[in-house]
Structures are given as C-alpha cells and as structure tokens.
C-alpha cells in the first residue's frame, strides 16, 4: 500500500488532487433536491473487504470542509480496519446540513445511494446518527450495520468504543507511569457526548479525578451531573493542567496552536484524526514528550461493534472481547516507536499500511 501519501504529501488542494494523492478508490457525490440531501461517500481502500465506516451528519462551513473530513475520516477507517485485524476496507460518508433534516424520506433517499454501490460501501452510525436513523437506512439497503439490538443489530456502537479507548488509554498510563492505574490522575474529556460520558463512567469507576467540557452548555451542565464530573469551558482545554487529555469531541484538536500549550503526559482520547498534520503534529508531540495513543488504533471498538454485527450472529460479548485487544496492541505500538525513537502514530500507521501490503499479496491467487 505504499502508494498511499501522508496527509501533509497532498499539496494539490483540488478534490481528485486530494482523492489521487490520499489513495482514494472512489468518491461519490449524492444530491436529492425534494429532500435536501447533499450527501459524500468516500471509499478509500478495498483491499481488505468492503468499505466500512459511518455517516457523519454536520453543518460544514462550505463544501471543500465536507470534502477534505470524509477523505481523511474514511482514509483513517482502511489503517483502523488494518491495525485491528479486521477484512474490511476503509470508507465513511458525511451529510452536509443539520439534525432537523434527518425526516424518513431523507435518510431512505440516502440509503438508496448506499444500495446503489452494491455493497462496496456499508455504513453504521457517527456524530449526528443514531440506530433510528440506521433502521430507515436498513429500509433501502442491506448494506448498513449499528441497528438496534432489538432488531438483532449491535445496538450503539459509543460505549464499545468508549470500553476500547478506555483500555488504550490505560496500556499508555502503564507505558508513562509504569502501572496501569488511572485513580488520582487529572484527565479532560473533550465532547460530553456518546463515547465522552461513557468514558468518563469508566474513569469514574478507577477514581481518577475527571473534568469534562463540551461547546454546548446545556450538553455539559447535564453530563456533568449525572456523571460527577467537573465542568471546564471549552477555551481553557489547551492550557488546563491536567495527566491525560482525551480528546471525544472533533478532530485536528493536536495543531500548531494547542500543542506548545498542552501540560499533559498523555493523550488519549476517541475522536478521529485527532493530529491536524499527522507527521508533522505526530513529531511535535514526540518534541515534547507526550505520549500519543494513535486515535485510530485506541477508537477502534465502535468498528469492532459494527464489524462483528456485519459478520451474522451478534453478540457484544464477542465484540467486548475483541475490542481488548486494543490494551495489547497498544502497548506494542508503544514498544515499537520507544524502540525506534519514531513518532508513535507512524509507527501505527506502519503497522497498518504492512498488513494491507501482505493480504493484498495473499489474494494474488485463488
Ligand atoms: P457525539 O456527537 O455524541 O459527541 C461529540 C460531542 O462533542 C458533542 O456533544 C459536541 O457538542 C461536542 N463538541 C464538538 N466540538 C467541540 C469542541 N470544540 N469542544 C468541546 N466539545 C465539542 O459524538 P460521539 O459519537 O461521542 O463521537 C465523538 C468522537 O469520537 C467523534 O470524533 C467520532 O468520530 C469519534 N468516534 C466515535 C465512535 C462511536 O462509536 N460513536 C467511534 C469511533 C470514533
């Protein structure tokens, strides 16, 4: 796979000049103008199996915004799918507008785009999509996973993921400190949302002192007090002294204004493509010396979830048990660039681009 560039490699800023250079397969445009769709589907790398990744629904600032998210989230889905042992390909779509759009006939006239790739794209629940709007989806179009458990779907995939990130961060606690134990450690959780709240049940239970911030005030004030958790304005994160930050909310939060701020040993958090620049922000952390738990490795259970649902015959506590393994390849993730003295997320990224590498060599015969 090495003909896949880094993020920082793609210096046309054109859409196939981005598709080209990232590796893109496919990208697809969907428009439905009774509904006001304006949907993108991304399809990174099939190597593995089918694309496999969520739909995100956001209020984009313009178009190129939603271009550049789903060409990074669905490329971070093929190295997620890889790193995690799992034969399915990278993919993900966003839907530009807002909650209030999602009507039956919106998210059926989606799942008509979803079906009309034939099964190279499978979608499954992100910010904005619950397992409701799934079973709409799931009207049109087999292709999609995260139903509900009652209907015989893995349900919400956020507390899988929260379990996982949980674990991740818990392998770099070992790796910094030397024992896995989270109690007393000051930790940020960045997005009071799904895998956020979870995450911070999780960190509640090992007694470790927990702060929580959101941009929604409402969202926050009401997170905080079912949780317990100490309430933080979303502008003092980058400078708040703090162990571990753990970012749940949107990603490119590691850039060149946070990072030179930041006074934690760790980050370690849920949300997707959390490095602005992946080389370069990779490096700067290394500068530093805080240790990076890659994004995609660590918020690898909510695909895991979804994964084990696409593969018949749910049960979370398959997928639970998969996701485990994220602590174990965490730690060697960890071992691997401290050997190397690299920059962790490239040494993940290594790891990932080699596996794809060897099964595509696997299916050169039948
Ligand atoms: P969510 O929409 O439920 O929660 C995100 C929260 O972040 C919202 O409450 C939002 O208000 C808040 N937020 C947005 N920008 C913020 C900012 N600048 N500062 C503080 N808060 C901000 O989404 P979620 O499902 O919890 O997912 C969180 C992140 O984890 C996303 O990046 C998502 O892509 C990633 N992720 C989620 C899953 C999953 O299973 N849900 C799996 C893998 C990765």
Redesign the pocket.
């Known amino acids: 796979m090495s003909e896949i560039k880094t993020i920082e490699q793609v210096k046309d800023g054109s859409v196939y000049g981005q598709i080209m250079q990232m590796g893109h397969e496919q990208l697809v445009f969907c428009h439905d103008e009774p509904t006001g769709l304006k949907a993108l589907i991304a399809i990174h790398n099939t190597v593995l199996g089918p694309a496999l990744g969520?739909t995100?629904l956001w209020h984009y600032s313009d178009e190129a915004a939603a271009v550049t998210d789903v060409l990074r989230?669905s490329r971070g889905m093929t190295f997620?799918a890889a790193i995690s042992g799992l034969n399915i390909g990278g993919g993900k779509a966003v839907i530009i507008g807002n909650p209030k759009m999602k009507t039956e006939a919106f998210l059926r006239r989606f799942g008509r785009f979803i079906h009309s790739l034939g099964g190279r794209y499978i979608t499954a629940?992100?910010?904005?999509f619950t397992t409701s709007d799934i079973e709409y989806i799931a009207m049109e179009t087999p292709f999609v996973t995260g139903k509900p458990e009652i209907k015989g779907g893995g349900g919400?995939?956020?507390?899988?993921?929260?379990y996982g990130t949980y674990l991740g961060m818990k392998a770099a606690a070992k790796f910094a400190y030397g024992k896995d134990s989270l109690q007393g450690k000051r930790i940020l959780v960045?997005?009071?949302?799904?895998?956020?709240?979870?995450l911070v049940s999780h960190l509640n239970r090992e007694g470790a002192v927990v702060f929580l911030?959101?941009?929604?005030e409402d969202?926050?004030l009401s997170?905080a007090k079912t949780t317990g958790a100490q309430v933080i304005q979303?502008s003092d994160?980058y400078e708040f002294p703090m162990d571990i930050y753990a970012?749940?909310?949107?990603?490119a939060?590691l850039n060149d204004q946070t990072i030179p701020h930041l006074t934690c040993d760790i980050v370690a958090?849920?949300?997707?493509?959390q490095l602005e620049e992946e080389g370069r922000h990779g490096h700067l952390l290394k500068d530093r010396g805080i240790l990076y738990a890659p994004?995609f490795l660590i918020?690898?259970?909510?695909?895991i979830?979804v994964y084990t649902e696409y593969l018949g015959n749910y049960k979370r506590e398959i997928a639970m048990k998969q996701t485990e393994a994220i602590y174990d390849t965490t730690t060697s993730v960890l071992l691997e660039a401290q050997e190397k003295a690299l920059p962790i997320q490239d040494v993940a990224n290594e790891i990932a681009r080699k596996r794809i590498d060897q099964i595509a060599g696997v299916k050169l015969s039948y």
Not at 156 to 162: F, I, K, N
Not at 190 to 198: K, N, P
């Open positions: 969520g995100r989230l997620k629940e992100d910010v904005n919400d995939p956020s507390p899988v993921t929260a960045q997005g009071a949302g799904q895998v956020g709240t979870h911030t959101d941009i929604f969202k926050l997170a979303p994160v970012p749940c909310a949107l990603g939060t958090g849920a949300a997707n493509n994004d918020n690898a259970g909510g695909l979830n």
